[in-house]
Antibody, heavy 122, light 109 residues
Framework: QVQLVQSGAEVKKPGSSVKVSCKAS????????INWVRQAPGQGLEWMGG????????KYAQMFQGRVTITAEDSTSTVEMELSSLRPDDTAVYYC???????????????WGQGTLVTVSS | EIVLTQSPATLSVSPGESATLSCRAS??????LAWYQQKPGQAPRLLIN???TRATNIPARFSGSGAGTEFTLTISSLQSEDFAVYFC???????????FGPGTKLESK
């Protein structure tokens, strides 16, 4: 069974960047869309983007275009998400998540990382 | 861009009763809809995929229905562990993207 393990909590200054990693173990990784979803405190879920590690072609949500970069390293089963020009309202828990099947953007997410809290504060 | 609306925002139901949660899409999304349960401090848990297919190990008291623009998640015989926030999600292969609804908080009456 695949598990997704994320890097630890981060505290960042406004204007800086943060990079969060998501490492898969125990199953197929490279042909699934690995996604990033964030959740501000007490708020809903926002999809930020996703990538298929085998093809390394990311797709981004329009609201994050230009600020988010998602990369994959197939050899280490790791996906990273970098968010730049951080603002206080980027404070959130960031999750990586994998869908049920390798069918392209055609399923919900049945495997989630544990979440990474990113706090943006001066 | 497709917008998902969930109603009600908060639903108060007594244990043992049934709960009906609604998700509406701004345009037809066929059956490309999933439902999630989220408890405080936890990642979301997939309940339903394809509008009506229960995910692995999800109890039969959870059922999903609908297609097009109107979707329903029904939880029968509510257990204490079912009180949580529920989100719907649309997945689209073109353009490739995912969209979440704002959520419904299910609380114990």
């Amino acid at each position: 069974q695949v598990q997704l393990v994320q890097s630890g909590a981060e505290v960042k200054k406004p204007g800086s960047s943060v990079k969060v990693s998501c490492k898969a173990s125990g199953g197929t990784f490279s042909t699934y869309v690995i996604n990033w979803v964030r959740q501000a405190p007490g708020q809903g879920l926002e999809w930020m983007g996703g990538i298929i590690p085998k093809f390394n072609t990311p797709k981004y949500a329009q609201m994050f275009q230009g600020r988010v970069t998602i990369t994959a390293e197939d050899s280490t089963s790791t996906v990273e998400m970098e968010l730049s020009s951080l603002r206080p309202d980027d404070t959130a828990v960031y999750y990586c998540a994998r869908p049920i099947s390798a069918s392209y953007f055609n399923d919900g997410f049945d495997i989630w990382g544990q979440g990474t809290l990113v706090t943006v504060s001066s | 861009e497709i917008v998902l609306t969930q109603s009600p925002a908060t639903l108060s139901v007594s244990p043992g009763e049934s709960a009906t949660l609604s998700c509406r899409a701004s345009q037809s999304i066929r059956s490309d809809l999933a439902w999630y349960q989220q408890k405080p401090g936890q990642a979301p848990r997939l309940l339903i995929n394809g509008a009506s297919t229960r995910a692995t190990n999800i109890p039969a008291r959870f059922s999903g229905s609908g297609a097009g623009t109107e979707f329903t998640l029904t939880i029968s015989s509510l257990q204490s562990e079912d009180f949580a926030v529920y989100f719907c999600q649309h997945y689209s292969s073109w353009p490739p993207m995912y969209t979440f609804g704002p959520g419904t908080k299910l609380e114990s009456k």
